[in-house]
């Protein structure tokens, strides 16, 4: 069970999110080069964060899917 991880409301940025970094592949993903999947749901996230939603288009997401 996760536990809720206490958020720095100074960190939160234009929509109320906050970047975080992706994660590490493992040693056989690295070794296959297969792609993390929450990874496209990290960036996408990290996108919004640093942008207004209006201003993100649909190649952006196209791009990290």
Do not use: W, Y
Request: with cysteine; proline share 6%; hydrophobic share 40%.
């Amino acid at each position: 069970m996760r536990r809720c991880v206490c958020v720095d409301f100074a960190d939160l940025k234009q929509n109320g999110l906050q970047s975080t970094p992706p994660h590490k592949p493992g040693f056989f993903a690295r070794l296959l080069r297969l792609p993390v999947k929450e990874n496209a749901i990290i960036e996408i996230t990290n996108l919004l964060a640093e942008k207004t939603i209006r201003s993100v288009s649909l190649t952006q997401d196209a791009e990290i899917l």
